[in-house]
């Protein structure tokens, strides 16, 4: 049994206002133990930040899925649908992969309604196999025909975590005139132009990075909404359990004043 793992699920549930017994701890352990020590500890932690409620499997495994880079349904159709177009560069898992061979008929046909509720059919019942075998999802970069259209699919993989900075940098094209990255800044997790790029690109990527970077604070923003509200939700709840527990206290001692008397 992981020790680590007992104690970081007993003390998580303590800080959300639940005793959990040495025996649900150790079930819960069992249970997260294939994923790695890593992931489990930053889902766990923001299970402390963002949860209100019970400590729960699914509240885990649910910020496991970000952790791991496991998108949800319709944001997994979006970079899929990406795919129709053999000029694109996908980077995508082999979850959406294996989704997109049932709905790729339909999308071709174009019948996009029906391609996507086969594809988030399919996604949702390969994604639940893959849980229940306890398989983490698998990022694959597909190349599409259009060299100028490969590095910035990898560049939107990059900003949105699904690849690291290192994997980035191997499957950025030095070759592709425009545009042109410093591999180097990639490997720290930036992304910056080198001073050869040509002006009408460099301001495409600015523009982009603008974008990129404007999006990134409104879901950080968002994010901080909501870890304030869980925050003020779980200290209204210890609030009031003092309350009752102060009351509870008073009344006893009340109780066996009168008795003594």
């Not at 819960?28 to 019970?54: C, I, K, M």
């Amino acid at each position: 049994m992981d020790v680590w793992l007992v104690q970081q699920l007993i003390g998580t549930a303590e800080l959300l206002g639940q005793q959990l017994s040495p025996t649900a701890a150790a079930m819960l352990a069992t249970d997260l133990s294939s994923y790695p020590q890593q992931v489990v500890a930053h889902a766990l932690s923001r299970v402390r930040a963002e949860h209100a409620g019970r400590l729960t499997a699914k509240a885990i495994l649910d910020r496991i899925d970000d952790a791991v880079g496991r998108p949800t349904a319709h944001e997994a159709w979006a970079i899929a649908l990406t795919s129709l177009d053999e000029r694109n560069t996908v980077v995508w898992t082999n979850e959406m992969a294996d989704a997109w061979l049932v709905a790729s008929p339909l999308a071709k046909a174009n019948d996009n309604f029906g391609a996507r509720n086969a594809f988030v059919s399919a996604y949702e019942r390969i994604v639940r196999a893959a849980k229940e075998a306890k398989a983490l999802p698998v990022v694959t970069v597909s190349i599409g025909w259009d060299a100028q259209c490969r590095n910035p699919a990898i560049e939107r993989a990059l900003s949105l975590g699904y690849i690291t900075p290192e994997r980035a940098a191997q499957e950025i094209d030095p070759a592709l005139p425009a545009p042109t990255f410093n591999p180097v800044a990639l490997l720290t997790g930036r992304i910056e132009p080198e001073s050869t790029m040509p002006p009408d690109t460099r301001e495409r990527f600015a523009a982009m990075r603008k974008e990129l970077n404007e999006s990134a604070r409104r879901h950080e923003a968002k994010k901080e909404a909501e870890r304030k509200r869980a925050a003020d939700e779980l200290n209204q709840k210890k609030a009031e359990a003092q309350r009752r527990a102060d009351e509870c206290m008073a009344a006893e001692q009340s109780t066996g004043g009168e008795s003594w008397a």
